[in-house]
């Protein structure tokens, strides 16, 4: 009999939490090996853990999920990461693909769906729910969203981590706090707050915020 997939959960909400614990712990091919409140306390349990797949919500004070989910691939490559939302907003499904997840389900779905994922992920294989499957496209290279009959946003000019820095300041953090938080240093910081606002032609720390609100930049 082989050995069961290892599984980290990660959820701010102690209810969906616990609930898709217990349901996972019933099932014989799944162990869960541990429970996360939030995205940084999943990389310092992955780093002890090292589960087979990483289950993480997006929505969730603290850390930007894809900013821990970078870290977690760098020093847990071996581990999958599959991405658990309520929301699908295009900037979200463009951030699990960049941060290389090999699953985005959401949380409409029931649990044997997340348990059927877990299997495929750990399997090698990807899973994403219809919503998001129906947005991607194969291509050169890899996964990518489709932006059928859109052009190009303002915000799909912008890189990941320039994303990162964007959804920090709209939750309102000084620089030196976002360079601490993301592990990097305040002069990085400052170069992608120009970078951001070159590009999103927005020159006033507000206006940023405001613009990142509008865009659903900031629920992460």
Known sequence: MSAPIRVLLVDDHALV????????SKVEDIEVVGCAK??????LLSTDLRPDVL??????????CFDAARRIMATCP??????LSAFFHDHYIEQALAVQARGYITKSEPPERV???????????SCYSEEIRSRLVMGHGGVFLAREGKGPTRASTLTPREIEVLRYIARGLPKKDIARTMHISTKTVENHSANIMTKLDIHDRVELARYAIREGLAEA
Do not use: K, Q, Y
């Not at 939490?17 to 996972?24: I, Q």
């Open 17 to 24: 939490r616990d609930a898709l614990a217990e349901h996972l």
């Open 115 to 125: 348990v059927s994922a877990i299997r495929e992920v750990a399997a090698g294989g």
């Open 38 to 43: 939030d995205a940084e306390e999943a990389t």
């Open 78 to 83: 071996s581990t999958r990461i599959v991405f």
């Open 55 to 64: 289950l993480m919500d997006i929505d969730m004070p603290g850390i930007i």
